[in-house]
Nanobody, 125 residues
């Protein structure tokens, strides 16, 4: 198993930036594809970004493409989400997730077995 702890959320003005971090402990971090999901009040959890075990493959939701960047440091057991040009509609709780079952990077919550507790991101205009 792997345990995930997110950090880096906060309050930011529209157009600003934040970097989220997700620290993993437990099994070998490089065994997991990693992803970020988000959930706004009253809405379903939605995919934001994902990265393969090696870091070679990335996927992004259309809503964040060009503004968000996912990265990982396997030596530090950490995955990051750099968020630039933030918009009020990016306001949500952001969750880190890990998957060790699938060879292909997935974008659905059901593909991920391990989740962090979430970190709040609030963007005001």
């Amino acid at each position: 198993q792997v345990q995930l702890v997110e950090s880096g959320g906060g309050l930011v003005q529209a157009g600003g930036s934040l970097r989220l971090s997700c620290a993993a402990s437990g099994r070998t971090f490089s065994s997991y594809a990693m992803a970020w999901f988000r959930q706004a009040p009253g809405k379903e959890r939605e995919f934001a970004a994902a990265m393969s075990r090696s870091g070679v493959t990335t996927k992004y939701a259309d809503s964040v493409k060009g503004r968000f960047t996912i990265s990982r440091d396997n030596a530090k057991n950490t995955v990051y989400l750099q968020m630039n040009s933030l918009k009020p509609e990016d306001t949500a709780v952001y969750y880190c997730a890990a998957d060790d079952r699938y060879a292909v990077v997935r974008t659905t919550p059901g593909a991920y077995d391990y989740w962090g507790q979430g970190t709040q991101v609030t963007v005001f205009s």
